[in-house]
């Protein structure tokens, strides 16, 4: 059984940062592709950022450009999302998803379109506020 775990949410101030972390069991991230998604309740869950398993990123949210990054590391078993000069509208639950078959980014907010993807974690709360 496949488990993803994240990592690394918390209340912080505006402007400030965090770094998420996405571990497996069982799964290795190399040669798949890994999505972050980012969800408040009551509300349509929302792509975040995602890495191809050529580690090609894709972007799917304007509002972060320039603020967030991902990446992985070279275990293959642990992927990043680094959210830096934070803010409150960025407050959500933030969980990493991937699937076996899964190598490319793709998808689309404004359609609600994403690959089918068979794991993904509980996710994280991160919350920013004064």
């Known amino acids: 059984q496949v488990q993803l775990t994240e990592s690394g949410g918390g209340l912080v101030p505006p402007g400030e940062s965090l770094r998420l972390s996405c571990t497996a069991d069982?799964?290795?991230?190399?040669?798949?592709?890994i999505y972050w998604f980012r969800q408040v309740p009551g509300k349509e869950r929302e792509g975040v950022l995602c890495?191809?398993?050529?580690?090609?990123?894709?972007n799917f949210v304007e509002s972060i450009k320039g603020r967030f990054t991902i990446s992985r590391d070279n275990s293959g078993h642990t992927v990043y999302l680094q959210m830096n000069s934070l803010k409150p509208e960025d407050t959500a639950i933030y969980y990493c998803?991937?699937?076996?078959?899964?190598?490319?980014?793709?998808?689309?907010?404004?359609?609600?379109?994403?690959?089918?993807?068979?794991?993904r974690g509980q996710g994280t709360q991160v919350t920013v506020s004064s």
């Open positions: 069982a799964f290795t991230f190399d040669r798949r592709a």
């Open positions: 890495i191809s398993a050529s580690d090609e990123v894709k």
């Open positions: 998803a991937a699937d076996s078959l899964v190598t490319a980014c793709t998808g689309d907010n404004d359609l609600d379109i994403f690959p089918p993807l068979e794991y």
